[in-house]
Structures are given as structure tokens and as C-alpha cells.
């Protein structure tokens, strides 16, 4: 049973419009939520983190945000630009709480692609 | 400074063999990490390691195992290769404290034949 479901395998984006990626979680003790980025032959990079605590997170151009009640994230990238096409990876963690010591569980990914 | 660091790169295996995936990183990381990823699926953990000495599996440790005799190595062993165990392996460390990042390794493409 996936725990964090990424539903869309693929989205395709025009450069210098807004990509949003999204994610959902079933269990409630995740507690602390990631996003990685993965270019082809390379390991996943991490882009931004969010605690259960806040409701968003900014860092440039990436913000993401984080409804509880829905036990729904999202990662929106404004401008996209054509070197973010990449799979992006949705990862929740229990942290201290979750018994699971600290261990993410991954999404399957979503792959983006942002053209000229 | 290196990160994490996997060696090799690529393997092909014959049904039945073994082999060890190389692991290390020289962040002074508590935790290590042994992921797989099969096509169009997320990572899935196989074994991880708190530190030097102890071990604990994952989500799909089968067909697997490990070790930690020092904090800057973990290597993966593979014995009685399958065509199941075909997947790219990423290895990963992160500091103690709860939520930091994973550092990934760059991956083995593993295909059993």
C-alpha cells in the first residue's frame, strides 16, 4: 500500500510558466515532507523541505505547500525553466514520532518537462 | 569534497552470482542508506544503518545484505543474484539529527542476466 502516492507520472510545462507537482500522503504521524529532484544517471538532489508545523516554504523560485487536512502537498516552480526538467520525487518521514527513525518513504516521482 | 560515492557504476551479473556494491561518504554521516529504484517506481528502502556496527532492514531487505564496520562505509552484498534484484541502487547518508536531508550517491545500474 503506497503511503505517498504521486499520481502523475509526467507534466509538461512551456518555459516561464508556473509548474505545479503534486503529492499525497495516507499516513498521518509523517510529520516532516521533502522534495528531491533527479536528472538522468544521477542520484536524487535535495530541493526543498517542509515541516508538518507550517503550511509553506519558499525558496526562490520553489515554494511548497502543505495542506494537512487534505494530507496534501504541492510543489510549485515559478518561472520553470528548461533546466528544471527532471523527475521530482514527493518523500515523507515520521521523524521522531513515527517509530520509523526518521526513514523517508518515496513517492514514485513525476517526471517534468519544460520546454523552450 | 567528495559526498557519497558509489562504486561501480554499472555491473552485469549472471543468474546466481554475488557481488558487494561499494558505499562510502565522508561527511561524518551517523546514518547510511541502501535504496533500489525499479522503472517508474519510487525508491524503496532495502537497509539502513544508525552506525558503525548496527544494521536494521528496510521495506525490501530480501536477497540482501550488509554491513557497517566503520561510519564512512557501507557496502551492500548480493548473493545468489536474480533477475529481480535488475534495478539501479542509490546509497545515502545523512547527519543524526531528525529531518536533514539525504545525500545520494550517484547509482549502480545493476541488470541480472
Known amino acids: 500500500d503506497q503511503q505517498v502516492k504521486q499520481n502523475s507520472p509526467s507534466l509538461s510545462v512551456q518555459e516561464g510558466r508556473i509548474s505545479i507537482l503534486n503529492c499525497d500522503y495516507t499516513n498521518s504521524m509523517f510529520d516532516y515532507f521533502l522534495w528531491y529532484k533527479k536528472y538522468p544517471a544521477e542520484g536524487p538532489t535535495f530541493l526543498i523541505s517542509?515541516?508538518?508545523?507550517?503550511d509553506k516554504n519558499e525558496d526562490g523560485r520553489f515554494t511548497v505547500f502543505l495542506n494537512k487536512s487534505a494530507k496534501h502537498l504541492s510543489l510549485h516552480i515559478v518561472p520553470s525553466q528548461p533546466g528544471d526538467s527532471a523527475v521530482y520525487f514527493c518523500?515523507?518521514?515520521?521523524?521522531?514520532?513515527?517509530?520509523?527513525?526518521?526513514?523517508?518513504?518515496f513517492g514514485k516521482g513525476t517526471k517534468l518537462s519544460v520546454k523552450p | 569534497n567528495a559526498g557519497v560515492t558509489q562504486t561501480p557504476k554499472f555491473r552485469i551479473l549472471k543468474i546466481g552470482q554475488s557481488m558487494t556494491l561499494q558505499c562510502a561518504q565522508d561527511m561524518n554521516h551517523n546514518y547510511m542508506y541502501w535504496y533500489r529504484q525499479d522503472p517508474g517506481m519510487g525508491l524503496k528502502l532495502i537497509y539502513y544503518?544508525?552506525?558503525?556496527?548496527?544494521?536494521d532492514k528496510g521495506e525490501v531487505p530480501n536477497g540482501y545484505n550488509v554491513s557497517r564496520s566503520t561510519t564512512e562505509d557501507f557496502p551492500l552484498r548480493l548473493e545468489l543474484a536474480a533477475p529481480s534484484q535488475t534495478s539501479v541502487y542509490f546509497c545515502a547518508s545523512r547527519s543524526r539529527d531528525f529531518n536533514e536531508k539525504l545525500f545520494f550517491g550517484s547509482g549502480t545500474q545493476l541488470s541480472v542476466l
Open positions: 544503518s544508525v552506525g558503525a556496527g548496527i544494521t
Open positions: 518523500a515523507a518521514s515520521g521523524g521522531r514520532y513515527g517509530g520509523s527513525q526518521g526513514n523517508l518513504i
Open positions: 517542509i515541516s508538518s508545523i507550517k
